[in-house]
């Protein structure tokens, strides 16, 4: 049994875990935020209409965002990799769309990085 000694003892350490919690349930948040905009951004989601430039953008930042553990998780939920497979796959793309193509690949890439498994979503 524990005494009440006992809980006042990790009162502290409670206390600091709180303010780290709170502080990462923030960063997800920002980091789902920029990631839904990166989306629609990229591939046009929710009907926004992006010029080639701002597309080109949006794939380098998700790039970016694909470096940190809290941004591939958002977008992983964001289905990302179906979204590059469908980029991928444009049958005779125009010079723009060989731009995305590539910037699809490297992001692949850096996503296969950290999580191999994934891999199996590109088998088919």
């Known amino acids: 049994m524990s005494s009440p000694s006992?809980?006042?003892a990790f009162k502290p350490l409670?206390?600091?875990?709180?303010?780290?919690v709170e502080n990462r349930k923030l960063t997800q948040s920002r980091t789902k935020e920029k990631v839904n905009r990166m989306m629609e951004?990229?591939?046009?989601d929710n009907n926004y209409q992006a010029?080639?430039?701002?597309?080109?953008?949006?794939?380098?930042?998700?790039?970016?965002l694909c470096r940190e553990r809290a941004g591939i998780q958002a977008l992983l939920e964001s289905n990302l990799l179906v979204k590059l497979k469908s980029l991928i796959e444009i049958k005779k793309p125009?010079?723009?769309?060989?731009e995305r193509k590539i910037m699809a690949v490297r992001i692949i890439s850096q996503v296969l990085q950290s999580d191999p498994s994934l891999v199996r979503i590109?088998?088919?």
């Open 122 to 124: 590109f088998l088919f």
């Open 94 to 98: 125009s010079s723009k769309e060989i």
């Open 41 to 44: 951004i990229a591939f046009g």
């Open 6 to 8: 006992d809980a006042n």
């Open 51 to 64: 010029t080639q430039e701002e597309m080109e953008t949006g794939l380098n930042n998700i790039l970016v």
């Open 14 to 20: 409670l206390s600091r875990l709180h303010v780290i």
